[in-house]
């Protein structure tokens, strides 16, 4: 029995893991931009898809994918956001929504034109298959890298909205625009560059989950709910708490999943639900208790 706990709970943090590395982006758009992005997810998506073909069909090593694919995910919301995002900064939440779900689906639409309905293969480098054997607990190499990666990624982006000039820019460009142009900051820049972080993050993470999550052009739909329940119970624009929360998460559905596996999903729902009772903004949200 401690030997399966203890491999729900590797498998657990892990998987949370790799829902923040996709999330985080999210919460960086959402709580930091106040930009309702539901097709975050697509970009996920596109980053997964990116990955596979670079590293099937033109044989570029898995480890050079990843920052490739960071970058080109970077790109295409940065092209978005001059063109179509930024217009809509200053509409309603429903009007946001609506034009992001478009883009949801538009961007399945694509995924299918290309690549088929099918799963996506991708087989990953020998020296991150297998599995490190502990004494009652055996460690998937592939795992542990994500958790790792999650970790330095965690650290980095919190550093970077702390303690850097980029942060304070960000930070005052959101609180109030105006003051910020008044004192020479470049709000458009700031959130071009804000955008294209959380795209970048998105692609990232959907490059290393599709060994794990799959891939298909219904991704951005099928993932889109865990990603906000990450930001929700973390709280919008934290770091730290969707680092937090998805952690929590993904324990908490791998537990459900393995102990009681009739429920589905439901467990995590229920996680969500209690915790936004007692925490309307989320753990870590502008306005909870500290």
Not at 10 to 21: P, S
Not at 54 to 66: I, Q, S
Not at 99 to 122: L, N
Request: include cysteine.
């Amino acid at each position: 029995m401690i030997t399966s706990l203890l491999g729900v709970l590797f498998d657990g943090l892990a998987y949370g893991m790799l829902l923040f590395l996709i999330s985080v982006g999210l919460s960086v758009t959402l709580g930091l931009m106040n930009f309702i992005n539901l097709a975050h997810g697509a970009f996920a998506m596109l980053g997964g898809y990116a990955c596979v073909v670079l590293l099937n069909r033109f044989g570029v090593p898995f480890l050079a994918t990843l920052p490739l694919v960071a970058i080109m995910s970077a790109v295409v919301g940065v092209v978005l956001e001059r063109t179509l995002y930024r217009r809509l900064y200053a509409a309603s939440a429903l009007d946001q929504v609506l034009f992001s779900i478009g883009v949801v689906f538009m961007s399945i639409a694509t995924a299918d034109y290309f690549f088929g309905a099918q799963q996506q293969p991708m087989l990953l480098p020998e020296f991150l298959r297998g599995q490190i054997n502990l004494p009652g607990l055996d460690i998937g190499i592939y795992r542990l890298f994500l958790i790792a990666i999650g970790l330095g990624i965690a650290a980095l982006l919190q550093w970077m909205v702390v303690h850097t000039r980029f942060g304070a820019q960000l930070r005052a460009s959101v609180d109030n625009p105006r003051a910020a142009r008044g004192v020479g900051i470049d709000v458009d820049r700031v959130f071009s560059l804000t955008f294209a972080l959380g795209s970048a993050l998105a692609g990232l993470g959907g490059a290393l989950g599709v060994e794990m999550l799959g891939l298909d052009p219904g991704f951005p739909i099928k993932y889109i709910v865990y990603f906000l329940i990450v930001v929700a119970v973390g709280g919008s624009g934290s770091i730290k708490g969707s680092l937090v929360a998805a952690i929590i998460l993904g324990v908490t559905d791998v537990a459900g999943k393995y102990y009681v596996p009739e429920v589905g999903s439901f467990v995590i729902y229920a996680v969500m639900v209690a915790t936004l009772i007692f925490r309307p903004q989320g753990l870590f949200g502008r306005g909870a208790a500290k």
